[in-house]
Nanobody, 119 residues
Framework: QVQLVESGGDLVQPGGSLRLSCAVSGSIFRISDMGWYRQAPGKERELVAA???????NYGDSVKGRFTISRDNAKNTVYLQMNSLKPEDTAVYYC?????????????WGQGTQVTVSS
C-alpha cells in the first residue's frame, strides 16, 4: 500500500520561505513521478511543480524562479522549497505520486498541508 504524508506547512510572512516534505511509504518511489499541487479556497487544484523519476522538473508559471522541487530516493521523500512567498501562495499543498504500469498509471495523493502567507 502506498501512503504519502506531507509536512512543513505553516503560517509565514510575505517574502519568507518554507520547505515542504512528502514522505512516501512503499517500494515504488524511485520509479515514480512526483508532483506538488495546491488548492486555494474556491479555486481548482493546480500543478505547482513536478519531478520525474529521472529528475526532470517542471513548474507552474506562477512559481517559476521562486520554488524548487527535489527528491531524495534514499529517503523516499520529495521536497518543495518555497522562497519569496506571496499571499497568493496561500493554499493547501498536496503531494502526488504517479506510478506507471504498462499502458496505464496509478495516482496516489497525500492528505495535504496548509500554507498560509500573511502578515
Amino acid at each position: 500500500q502506498v501512503q504519502l504524508v506531507e509536512s512543513g506547512g505553516d503560517l509565514v510572512q510575505p517574502g519568507g520561505s518554507l520547505r515542504l516534505s512528502c514522505a512516501v511509504s512503499g517500494s515504488i518511489f524511485r520509479i515514480s513521478d512526483m508532483g506538488w499541487y495546491r488548492q486555494a479556497p474556491g479555486k481548482e487544484r493546480e500543478l505547482v511543480a513536478a519531478i520525474t523519476s529521472g529528475g526532470s522538473t517542471n513548474y507552474g508559471d506562477s512559481v517559476k524562479g521562486r520554488f524548487t522541487i527535489s527528491r531524495d530516493n534514499a529517503k523516499n521523500t520529495v521536497y518543495l522549497q518555497m522562497n519569496s512567498l506571496k499571499p497568493e501562495d496561500t493554499a493547501v499543498y498536496y503531494c502526488k505520486l504517479r506510478n506507471f504500469a504498462l499502458s496505464y498509471y496509478n495516482d496516489y495523493w497525500g492528505q495535504g498541508t496548509q500554507v498560509t502567507v500573511s502578515s
